[in-house]
């Protein structure tokens, strides 16, 4: 593997200011399409006609905004390797989109998560195409919907449903954290815990149940809670909500709780103390209700699958020792299945899921050839090696 990527590199040597300036300028182009958690169609369409002008087949858009493409190999007889990248953002339509540049950096809400990651995969089909490569099996793309918040990675679910058995691993894409290799996606469960009161006057009716009252009352016992710390277990009160006026008993009153592990016992144990409490002051006569509203399966591969190895002689490549991490990405639900994946970054940064967020644009050329031969390299072994009988 090692010698192999090494010739790759050596064969298809890194442009680095072409490619990075053409990623940029694609991913600056796609931050200023408004793309939040179920808003993706702008984006969408416009990821698609950047497709079928890299001459991609088969581009469509589905229902929920993924996009989809193939690029044919020459084993068109075999299942491919998907490339993903998320379109949406955690940033609402009205979210100030500004550009800002300073130095090495460039600040833009939903700049690096992830129009860079999906300019990312753009670029690498560019690369495909200069240097007139048809890949050794057949190489499938999404531009995938609904990985962000509540999305509970409904985008991605959908399309491996769709492609079913085409796909026998998955390279994902996200637009920060060069250098670093997702292995395993961490297990979570998200709940909206809701409380109904009688309430009335804050002086007339004073004594009378408050959902306000009796949610905090629950949200302090929530936060005593102590999750593991091995396996890295953790939970956090997202969002309250409730009353209608500071002189009014509330009525209603909710609160969102985001609850995760890299253990699914342990992320199973923490959900059930947390039912416990909400059903313990059920039998007081409280009424409360608890709705799951995101549930992203936990999967891992192992450090020596081909995939792994590979992409982290890939790195090596470039002088970069990489680090191996846990996280939550649309790589989550094919691991679940069984299907060889690991999530890797285009460039650095930080500040995500904030307006200040930004990235760095040192890495970017690096980071995209980075994931184009680790493509070649897996389309290769994927044909030579049989990597679909490989276990994750």
Same mark, same amino acid.
């Given at each position: 593997?090692?010698?192999?990527?090494?010739?790759?590199?050596?064969?298809?040597?890194?442009?680095?200011? *072409?490619?990075?300036?053409?990623?940029?300028?694609?991913?600056? +182009?796609?931050?200023?399409? &408004?793309?939040?958690?179920?808003?993706? !169609?702008?984006?969408?369409?416009?990821?698609?006609?950047?497709?079928?002008?890299?001459?991609?087949?088969?581009?469509?858009?589905?229902?929920?905004?993924?996009?989809? *493409?193939?690029?044919?190999?020459?084993?068109?007889?075999?299942?491919?390797?998907?490339?993903?990248?998320?379109?949406?953002?955690?940033? &609402?339509?009205?979210?100030?989109?500004?550009?800002?540049? !300073?130095?090495?950096?460039?600040?833009?809400?939903?700049?690096?998560?992830?129009?860079?990651?999906? *300019?990312?995969?753009?670029?690498?089909?560019?690369?495909?195409?200069?240097? =007139?490569?048809?890949?050794?099996?057949?190489?499938?793309?999404?531009?995938?919907?609904?990985?962000?918040?509540?999305?509970?990675?409904?985008?991605?679910?959908?399309?491996?449903?769709?492609?079913?058995? +085409?796909? +026998?691993?998955?390279? =994902?894409?996200?637009?920060? *954290?060069?250098?670093?290799?997702?292995?395993?996606?961490?297990?979570?469960?998200?709940?909206?815990?809701?409380?109904?009161?009688?309430?009335?006057?804050?002086?007339? +009716? %004073?004594?009378?149940?408050?959902?306000?009252?009796?949610?905090?009352?629950?949200?302090?016992?929530?936060?005593?809670?102590?999750? &593991?710390?091995?396996?890295?277990?953790?939970?956090?009160?997202?969002?309250?909500?409730?009353?209608?006026?500071?002189?009014?008993?509330?009525?209603?009153?909710?609160?969102?709780?985001?609850?995760?592990?890299?253990?699914?016992?342990?992320?199973?144990?923490?959900?059930?103390?947390?039912?416990?409490?909400?059903?313990?002051?059920?039998?007081?006569?409280?009424?409360?209700?608890?709705?799951?509203?995101?549930?992203?399966?936990?999967?891992?591969?192992?450090?020596?699958?081909?995939?792994?190895?590979?992409?982290?002689?890939?790195?090596?490549?470039? =002088?970069?020792?990489?680090?191996?991490?846990?996280?939550?990405?649309?790589?989550?639900? &094919?691991?679940?299945?069984?299907?060889?994946?690991?999530?890797?970054?285009?460039?650095?940064?930080? =500040?995500?899921?904030?307006?200040?967020?930004?990235? !760095?644009?040192?890495?970017?050329?690096?980071?995209? %050839?980075?994931?184009?031969?680790?493509?070649?390299?897996?389309?290769?072994?994927?044909?030579?090696?049989?990597?679909?009988?490989?276990?994750?």
């Amino acid at each position: 593997m090692k010698t192999f990527i090494h010739d790759l590199t050596q064969r298809y040597p890194l442009d680095n200011l *072409a490619t990075r300036s053409h990623v940029l300028d694609l991913a600056l +182009q796609i931050q200023q399409i &408004p793309a939040p958690t179920w808003s993706e !169609e702008a984006r969408a369409h416009h990821v698609a006609e950047r497709l079928r002008a890299l001459g991609a087949e088969q581009v469509e858009i589905d229902a929920l905004y993924n996009v989809t *493409a193939k690029i044919s190999g020459k084993r068109n007889d075999m299942a491919g390797v998907l490339l993903s990248a998320h379109t949406d953002t955690v940033f &609402p339509l009205e979210t100030d989109l500004s550009i800002r540049h !300073e130095g090495n950096r460039i600040y833009g809400a939903g700049l690096g998560d992830n129009s860079l990651g999906v *300019a990312g995969m753009l670029g690498v089909i560019q690369l495909l195409r200069a240097h =007139n490569i048809t890949p050794e099996c057949p190489v499938w793309i999404t531009a995938n919907s609904r990985e962000e918040g509540l999305g509970d990675l409904e985008g991605i679910r959908a399309v491996i449903e769709r492609l079913g058995d +085409q796909i +026998q691993c998955v390279i =994902n894409i996200e637009g920060m *954290a060069f250098g670093t290799i997702f292995k395993a996606g961490i297990a979570s469960k998200r709940l909206k815990i809701e409380v109904t009161a009688e309430g009335g006057h804050s002086w007339h +009716q %004073h004594g009378q149940a408050s959902a306000v009252h009796q949610l905090v009352q629950l949200a302090t016992q929530i936060t005593y809670l102590h999750p &593991p710390s091995q396996p890295k277990t953790t939970l956090n009160i997202g969002i309250i909500e409730g009353g209608h006026s500071i002189n009014s008993i509330a009525t209603h009153a909710s609160l969102w709780l985001d609850l995760r592990s890299a253990g699914l016992t342990a992320l199973r144990s923490l959900e059930a103390q947390v039912l416990q409490l909400i059903e313990a002051r059920r039998r007081r006569g409280e009424q409360i209700k608890c709705h799951v509203v995101g549930n992203r399966p936990a999967g891992s591969i192992r450090e020596d699958h081909p995939l792994v190895v590979g992409a982290m002689e890939s790195l090596a490549c470039y =002088n970069i020792a990489g680090v191996y991490q846990v996280g939550s990405t649309d790589g989550n639900i &094919p691991l679940s299945k069984g299907i060889p994946t690991v999530t890797i970054g285009i460039g650095n940064g930080a =500040n995500s899921h904030r307006t200040d967020e930004y990235i !760095e644009i040192d890495a970017i050329g690096q980071g995209t %050839h980075h994931v184009f031969i680790l493509l070649l390299a897996t389309c290769h072994y994927a044909v030579q090696k049989g990597w679909q009988r490989m276990a994750v």
